[in-house]
Protein backbone atom coordinates (compact mmCIF):
# COMPACT_ATOMS: atom_id res chain seq x y z
CA UNK A 1 0.00 0.00 0.00
CA UNK A 2 1.41 3.50 -1.04
CA UNK A 3 1.87 5.98 2.30
CA UNK A 4 -0.21 9.01 1.45
CA UNK A 5 2.00 10.90 4.08
CA UNK A 6 4.17 13.00 2.41
CA UNK A 7 6.57 15.91 4.02
CA UNK A 8 6.49 19.59 3.54
CA UNK A 9 7.93 20.71 0.37
CA UNK A 10 11.24 21.36 -0.13
CA UNK A 11 12.47 18.46 3.03
CA UNK A 12 13.26 15.77 1.13
CA UNK A 13 15.73 18.03 -1.11
CA UNK A 14 17.56 18.15 1.36
CA UNK A 15 21.14 16.10 1.72
CA UNK A 16 21.92 14.55 5.35
CA UNK A 17 24.36 16.45 6.94
CA UNK A 18 27.30 14.35 7.12
CA UNK A 19 30.11 15.59 9.98
CA UNK A 20 33.51 14.68 10.14
CA UNK A 21 34.85 11.24 10.93
CA UNK A 22 35.82 9.64 14.06
CA UNK A 23 37.05 6.38 13.94
CA UNK A 24 39.64 4.58 11.48
CA UNK A 25 39.59 0.38 10.93
CA UNK A 26 42.76 -0.49 12.61
CA UNK A 27 44.39 2.65 14.52
CA UNK A 28 43.70 3.03 17.89
CA UNK A 29 45.68 6.66 18.09
CA UNK A 30 43.45 8.52 15.79
CA UNK A 31 44.06 12.14 15.59
CA UNK A 32 40.97 13.73 14.47
CA UNK A 33 41.46 16.77 12.14
CA UNK A 34 37.95 16.96 10.34
CA UNK A 35 35.68 18.75 12.40
CA UNK A 36 37.21 22.09 14.01
CA UNK A 37 37.34 21.28 17.23
CA UNK A 38 39.93 22.50 19.80
CA UNK A 39 41.58 19.31 20.33
CA UNK A 40 42.95 21.19 23.73
CA UNK A 41 39.72 20.69 25.14
CA UNK A 42 37.23 22.45 27.74
CA UNK A 43 39.46 25.00 30.34
CA UNK A 44 39.50 23.37 33.95
CA UNK A 45 37.01 25.78 35.10
CA UNK A 46 34.61 24.58 32.79
CA UNK A 47 35.10 21.02 33.56
CA UNK A 48 35.03 22.02 37.38
CA UNK A 49 31.05 24.01 36.79
CA UNK A 50 30.30 20.98 34.37
CA UNK A 51 30.69 18.44 37.08
CA UNK A 52 29.08 20.33 39.68
CA UNK A 53 26.09 21.00 37.86
CA UNK A 54 25.66 16.79 38.37
CA UNK A 55 23.92 17.66 41.58
CA UNK A 56 21.32 19.53 39.68
CA UNK A 57 20.21 17.31 37.08
CA UNK A 58 16.72 16.49 38.36
CA UNK A 59 16.00 20.66 37.67
CA UNK A 60 14.41 22.30 34.78
CA UNK A 61 16.96 24.62 33.13
CA UNK A 62 16.48 28.46 33.14
CA UNK A 63 14.00 29.31 30.47
CA UNK A 64 15.49 32.34 29.84
CA UNK A 65 19.13 32.11 30.06
CA UNK A 66 19.74 35.43 31.86
CA UNK A 67 22.53 34.02 33.53
CA UNK A 68 24.72 33.10 30.36
CA UNK A 69 23.41 36.10 28.65
CA UNK A 70 24.19 38.40 31.04
CA UNK A 71 28.23 36.74 30.81
CA UNK A 72 27.99 36.72 27.39
CA UNK A 73 26.70 40.48 27.15
CA UNK A 74 29.99 41.59 29.99
CA UNK A 75 32.59 39.65 28.05
CA UNK A 76 31.46 41.74 24.67
CA UNK A 77 29.60 44.63 25.96
CA UNK A 78 26.63 43.88 24.40
CA UNK A 79 22.94 43.80 25.70
CA UNK A 80 22.16 41.17 27.09
CA UNK A 81 18.20 41.66 26.26
CA UNK A 82 19.00 41.67 22.50
CA UNK A 83 20.94 38.02 23.05
CA UNK A 84 19.26 34.82 22.23
CA UNK A 85 20.77 31.04 23.18
CA UNK A 86 20.66 28.11 20.74
CA UNK A 87 21.23 24.71 20.78
CA UNK A 88 24.68 25.81 18.91
CA UNK A 89 24.71 28.37 16.71
CA UNK A 90 23.15 26.11 13.96
CA UNK A 91 19.52 26.22 15.88
CA UNK A 92 19.99 30.24 15.83
CA UNK A 93 20.06 29.75 11.49
CA UNK A 94 17.06 27.46 11.62
CA UNK A 95 15.17 30.10 14.03
CA UNK A 96 16.11 32.27 11.54
CA UNK A 97 14.97 30.84 8.52
CA UNK A 98 11.56 29.53 10.47
CA UNK A 99 10.71 32.75 11.33
CA UNK A 100 11.04 34.92 8.72
CA UNK A 101 11.44 32.95 5.36
CA UNK A 102 9.08 30.30 3.52
CA UNK A 103 7.26 29.24 0.54
CA UNK A 104 7.88 32.29 -2.48
CA UNK A 105 10.87 33.49 -0.70
CA UNK A 106 14.72 33.40 -1.28
CA UNK A 107 17.71 33.08 1.38
CA UNK A 108 21.10 33.74 -0.50
CA UNK A 109 24.10 31.95 0.56
CA UNK A 110 27.36 31.52 -1.29
CA UNK A 111 29.18 29.25 -3.32
CA UNK A 112 31.56 27.63 -0.48
CA UNK A 113 29.05 28.51 2.54
CA UNK A 114 28.31 26.23 5.56
CA UNK A 115 25.86 23.33 4.38
CA UNK A 116 23.33 24.73 7.18
CA UNK A 117 22.20 27.85 5.71
CA UNK A 118 20.90 25.32 2.49
CA UNK A 119 19.70 22.88 4.42
CA UNK A 120 17.48 25.19 7.27
CA UNK A 121 16.13 27.00 4.01
CA UNK A 122 14.75 23.71 2.64
CA UNK A 123 13.19 23.12 5.83
CA UNK A 124 11.26 26.11 5.80
CA UNK A 125 9.89 26.21 2.36
CA UNK A 126 12.17 28.47 1.15
CA UNK A 127 14.38 28.53 -1.78
CA UNK A 128 18.09 28.74 -1.71
CA UNK A 129 19.88 31.20 -3.87
CA UNK A 130 24.17 30.30 -4.39
CA UNK A 131 25.99 32.91 -5.26
CA UNK A 132 29.47 32.59 -7.22
CA UNK A 133 32.38 33.39 -4.41
CA UNK A 134 35.38 34.96 -6.04
CA UNK A 135 38.84 32.52 -5.31
CA UNK A 136 37.29 31.40 -2.34
CA UNK A 137 36.45 34.67 -0.67
CA UNK A 138 32.86 36.28 -0.56
CA UNK A 139 31.85 38.66 -3.19
CA UNK A 140 29.60 41.26 -1.77
CA UNK A 141 28.65 42.75 -5.18
CA UNK A 142 27.64 39.47 -6.28
CA UNK A 143 25.22 39.22 -3.13
CA UNK A 144 23.71 42.33 -3.75
CA UNK A 145 23.36 41.69 -7.18
CA UNK A 146 21.09 38.42 -6.38
CA UNK A 147 19.12 40.39 -4.08
CA UNK A 148 15.37 41.26 -4.80
CA UNK A 149 12.15 41.17 -3.14
CA UNK A 150 11.81 37.96 -2.40
CA UNK A 151 15.27 37.78 -0.73
CA UNK A 152 14.67 37.30 3.08
CA UNK A 153 17.58 36.48 4.34
CA UNK A 154 21.79 36.68 3.77
CA UNK A 155 23.83 34.21 5.26
CA UNK A 156 27.47 34.70 5.31
CA UNK A 157 30.20 33.22 7.88
CA UNK A 158 33.24 35.53 8.68
CA UNK A 159 35.47 34.06 8.61
CA UNK A 160 34.33 31.53 6.34
CA UNK A 161 33.54 27.75 6.53
CA UNK A 162 35.44 25.84 4.86
CA UNK A 163 37.54 28.11 3.47
CA UNK A 164 38.91 30.37 6.44
CA UNK A 165 39.14 33.17 4.70
CA UNK A 166 37.26 36.28 5.62
CA UNK A 167 35.91 39.83 4.60
CA UNK A 168 37.00 43.01 5.94
CA UNK A 169 34.73 45.79 8.05
CA UNK A 170 34.89 48.05 4.93
CA UNK A 171 33.15 44.98 2.65
CA UNK A 172 31.21 44.32 5.76
CA UNK A 173 29.60 47.73 6.01
CA UNK A 174 28.61 47.91 2.01
CA UNK A 175 26.90 44.84 1.86
CA UNK A 176 25.00 46.07 4.97
CA UNK A 177 23.95 48.50 3.81
CA UNK A 178 23.47 47.12 -0.33
CA UNK A 179 20.81 45.12 1.23
CA UNK A 180 17.27 45.75 0.83
CA UNK A 181 15.51 47.08 4.06
CA UNK A 182 13.27 43.91 3.73
CA UNK A 183 16.36 41.49 4.26
CA UNK A 184 18.07 40.18 7.28
CA UNK A 185 22.00 40.19 6.70
CA UNK A 186 23.09 37.64 9.11
CA UNK A 187 26.54 37.09 10.02
CA UNK A 188 28.04 33.72 11.35
CA UNK A 189 30.50 34.53 13.48
CA UNK A 190 31.57 30.91 14.44
CA UNK A 191 35.13 31.63 14.22
CA UNK A 192 35.16 35.10 14.91
CA UNK A 193 37.27 34.74 18.27
CA UNK A 194 40.02 33.55 16.26
CA UNK A 195 40.92 37.30 14.61
CA UNK A 196 42.12 39.36 17.02
CA UNK A 197 40.27 43.11 17.13
CA UNK A 198 37.40 41.65 14.98
CA UNK A 199 33.91 41.49 16.88
CA UNK A 200 31.92 39.34 14.94
CA UNK A 201 29.75 41.85 13.10
CA UNK A 202 28.65 43.13 16.91
CA UNK A 203 29.31 47.01 15.80
CA UNK A 204 26.86 46.68 12.86
CA UNK A 205 24.24 45.12 14.57
CA UNK A 206 23.70 47.75 16.93
CA UNK A 207 23.12 50.37 14.07
CA UNK A 208 20.99 48.68 11.94
CA UNK A 209 17.66 47.31 12.16
CA UNK A 210 18.64 44.51 10.08
CA UNK A 211 21.65 42.25 10.97
CA UNK A 212 22.21 40.00 13.11
CA UNK A 213 25.38 38.11 14.45
CA UNK A 214 25.11 34.25 14.99
CA UNK A 215 28.32 32.80 17.54
CA UNK A 216 28.95 29.51 19.20
CA UNK A 217 31.02 28.15 21.87
CA UNK A 218 31.73 24.54 19.80
CA UNK A 219 34.63 25.92 18.57
CA UNK A 220 37.46 28.25 20.59
CA UNK A 221 35.94 27.52 23.91
CA UNK A 222 36.09 23.33 23.00
CA UNK A 223 31.90 22.86 23.94
CA UNK A 224 31.20 20.94 21.14
CA UNK A 225 29.72 17.96 22.85
CA UNK A 226 27.23 20.21 24.63
CA UNK A 227 26.00 22.05 21.47
CA UNK A 228 25.96 25.96 22.83
CA UNK A 229 25.68 28.77 20.80
CA UNK A 230 23.84 32.10 20.37
CA UNK A 231 23.00 35.23 18.52
CA UNK A 232 22.64 38.60 18.96
CA UNK A 233 19.80 41.02 17.41
CA UNK A 234 18.06 44.12 17.20
CA UNK A 235 14.42 43.42 19.70
CA UNK A 236 12.09 42.91 16.82
CA UNK A 237 14.44 40.49 15.59
CA UNK A 238 15.37 38.78 19.00
CA UNK A 239 11.20 39.13 19.88
CA UNK A 240 10.56 36.71 16.99
CA UNK A 241 13.31 34.34 17.52
CA UNK A 242 12.17 33.44 21.07
CA UNK A 243 8.83 32.67 19.82
CA UNK A 244 9.86 29.71 18.04
CA UNK A 245 12.56 29.13 20.87
CA UNK A 246 11.66 26.05 23.04
CA UNK A 247 11.23 27.13 26.26
CA UNK A 248 14.06 24.43 27.98
CA UNK A 249 16.19 24.20 24.59
CA UNK A 250 19.76 24.79 26.44
CA UNK A 251 20.43 22.47 29.45
CA UNK A 252 21.53 23.15 33.17
CA UNK A 253 24.94 21.35 32.47
CA UNK A 254 25.33 23.11 29.05
CA UNK A 255 24.37 26.61 30.51
CA UNK A 256 26.41 26.56 33.68
CA UNK A 257 29.46 25.34 31.29
CA UNK A 258 29.23 28.25 29.18
CA UNK A 259 29.20 30.94 30.96
CA UNK A 260 32.22 29.38 32.65
CA UNK A 261 33.92 29.43 29.33
CA UNK A 262 33.35 32.92 28.49
CA UNK A 263 34.39 34.40 32.23
CA UNK A 264 37.76 32.03 31.57
CA UNK A 265 39.64 34.75 29.61
CA UNK A 266 42.90 33.56 30.13
CA UNK A 267 41.62 30.15 28.66
CA UNK A 268 40.84 31.87 25.57
CA UNK A 269 43.73 34.11 24.82
CA UNK A 270 45.92 31.13 25.01
CA UNK A 271 44.09 29.02 23.18
CA UNK A 272 43.88 31.50 20.68
CA UNK A 273 47.58 32.20 20.17
CA UNK A 274 48.22 28.58 20.20
CA UNK A 275 46.18 28.18 17.31
CA UNK A 276 47.86 31.61 15.80
CA UNK A 277 51.43 30.15 16.13
CA UNK A 278 50.40 26.45 14.91
CA UNK A 279 48.37 27.59 12.21
CA UNK A 280 50.91 30.12 10.80
CA UNK A 281 53.80 26.55 10.81
CA UNK A 282 51.29 23.98 9.26
CA UNK A 283 50.21 25.96 6.45
CA UNK A 284 54.16 27.11 5.68
CA UNK A 285 55.16 23.58 6.19
CA UNK A 286 52.61 22.35 3.74
CA UNK A 287 53.47 25.14 0.78
CA UNK A 288 57.02 24.34 1.24
CA UNK A 289 56.03 20.86 -0.31
CA UNK A 290 53.67 22.07 -2.72
CA UNK A 291 50.61 21.74 -0.85
CA UNK A 292 49.22 26.11 -0.67
CA UNK A 293 46.09 27.16 1.36
CA UNK A 294 44.52 30.50 1.43
CA UNK A 295 45.74 32.94 4.56
CA UNK A 296 43.26 31.64 7.21
CA UNK A 297 41.54 33.19 9.64
CA UNK A 298 39.77 30.18 11.66
CA UNK A 299 40.83 27.21 13.37
CA UNK A 300 41.74 25.20 10.53
CA UNK A 301 43.49 25.48 6.86
CA UNK A 302 42.21 24.39 3.39
CA UNK A 303 44.93 22.69 1.69
CA UNK A 304 44.80 22.76 -2.14
CA UNK A 305 45.97 19.58 -4.69
CA UNK A 306 46.43 19.73 -8.23
CA UNK A 307 43.27 17.50 -8.39
CA UNK A 308 40.32 15.97 -6.88
CA UNK A 309 42.29 12.45 -7.18
CA UNK A 310 45.56 14.10 -5.83
CA UNK A 311 43.32 15.31 -2.84
CA UNK A 312 41.53 12.21 -1.99
CA UNK A 313 44.95 9.93 -2.50
CA UNK A 314 46.40 12.10 0.17
CA UNK A 315 43.60 11.58 2.58
CA UNK A 316 43.50 8.31 1.67
CA UNK A 317 47.24 8.05 2.85
CA UNK A 318 46.50 10.52 5.92
CA UNK A 319 43.78 7.59 6.92
CA UNK A 320 46.48 4.82 6.44
CA UNK A 321 48.14 6.91 9.34
CA UNK A 322 45.64 7.21 11.46
CA UNK A 323 44.84 11.08 10.67
CA UNK A 324 41.48 12.15 9.81
CA UNK A 325 40.86 15.26 7.50
CA UNK A 326 37.89 16.63 6.13
CA UNK A 327 36.68 16.34 2.07
CA UNK A 328 35.18 19.01 1.36
CA UNK A 329 33.75 18.14 -2.56
CA UNK A 330 30.65 18.76 -1.16
CA UNK A 331 31.30 22.64 -0.93
CA UNK A 332 32.75 22.61 -4.09
CA UNK A 333 35.68 22.05 -3.71
CA UNK A 334 37.25 18.69 -4.78
CA UNK A 335 41.14 19.40 -5.19
CA UNK A 336 40.80 20.35 -1.19
CA UNK A 337 41.60 19.06 1.88
CA UNK A 338 40.43 21.36 5.51
CA UNK A 339 42.76 20.54 8.13
CA UNK A 340 42.03 21.63 11.50
CA UNK A 341 44.84 23.15 13.47
CA UNK A 342 46.07 20.57 16.26
CA UNK A 343 48.65 21.35 18.79
CA UNK A 344 51.96 21.59 17.31
CA UNK A 345 52.72 18.08 17.82
CA UNK A 346 49.65 17.56 15.61
CA UNK A 347 50.59 19.66 13.34
CA UNK A 348 53.80 18.21 12.98
CA UNK A 349 52.47 14.51 12.23
CA UNK A 350 50.16 15.80 9.38
CA UNK A 351 53.09 17.68 7.72
CA UNK A 352 55.30 14.44 8.22
CA UNK A 353 52.59 12.21 6.71
CA UNK A 354 51.74 14.87 3.46
CA UNK A 355 55.22 15.05 2.79
CA UNK A 356 55.18 11.14 2.75
CA UNK A 357 52.72 11.13 0.36
CA UNK A 358 54.27 14.18 -2.15
CA UNK A 359 57.31 11.92 -1.75
CA UNK A 360 59.53 14.74 0.37
CA UNK A 361 62.10 13.36 2.26
Known sequence: MTSKITPQPGIMDISLYVGGASHVDGHENVLKLSSNENLSGPSEAVMKAFSLSAHELFKYPSTDHASLRAAIAE???????RIVCGVGSDEIITFLCQSFAGPGDEVIHTEHGFSMYKI??????????????RDRVVDVDAILAACNEKTKLVFIANPANPTGTMIGPADLEKLADGV?????????????????????????????????????????????????????????????LNRVRGPFNLSGPALVAAEAAIKDVV??????????RNRAWLAEALAEIGVPSDASCANFILARFASEAEANACDDHLKSQGILVRRVAGYKLPNCLRITIGDEAACRRVAHAVGQFKGVK
Open 120 to 133: STLAAGATPVEVAE
Open 267 to 276: YAERAVADNT
Open 75 to 81: AHSLDAD
Open 180 to 240: PEHTILVLDGAYAEFVHGYDGGASLVESRHNVVMTRTFSKLYALGGLRIGWGYAPRAIIDV
